[in-house]
C-alpha cells in the first residue's frame, strides 16, 4: 500500500473537494496534518485517512482498547471502477490490529458498500 506524501496532497484534496457532499466536513489543514502523520493511504486513486487509538475508546455501546485502528475515511477518485474494494480488502488483510469503520446513519451508499464486504 501506499502512503500518501505531502507531494499528493492537490490531488487528494481535489479528490475530497468533488465529494463534499459526502465529506462536507475534510478541511485542508485536517487533510495535511493527517498526511504528515503518515495517516493517509492513497494507492490506485483510492484514499484512506486512518488511525490508531492512543487510549481505551468508547463509541455508544462498544469499546475499543488502544491500539485498535480506525477508518475515518475512504473514497474513490472514480466511483465504480472497484479500486476503492480492492484497496480497502488489501488494507484489511495487511493490518495486524483490529480494524473498525464508522460511517454516519445518514450515509445509505457507504452503508450498502460496506455491507456487500462483510
Known sequence: MKIATIENYDEIWSVF?????????IRADYLKREINKSNVIFDSGVIIVKGVY?????????????????????VNSERGNGNASKILKKFLDESNDKVILTVRKSNEVARNWYNQLV
Open 17 to 25: 473537494k468533488k465529494n463534499r457532499d459526502i465529506f462536507p466536513h
Open 54 to 74: 492512543q487510549k481505551k475508546v468508547h463509541l455508544g455501546d462498544q469499546t475499543f482498547e488502544k491500539g485498535t485502528s480506525i477508518i475515518h475515511q475512504i
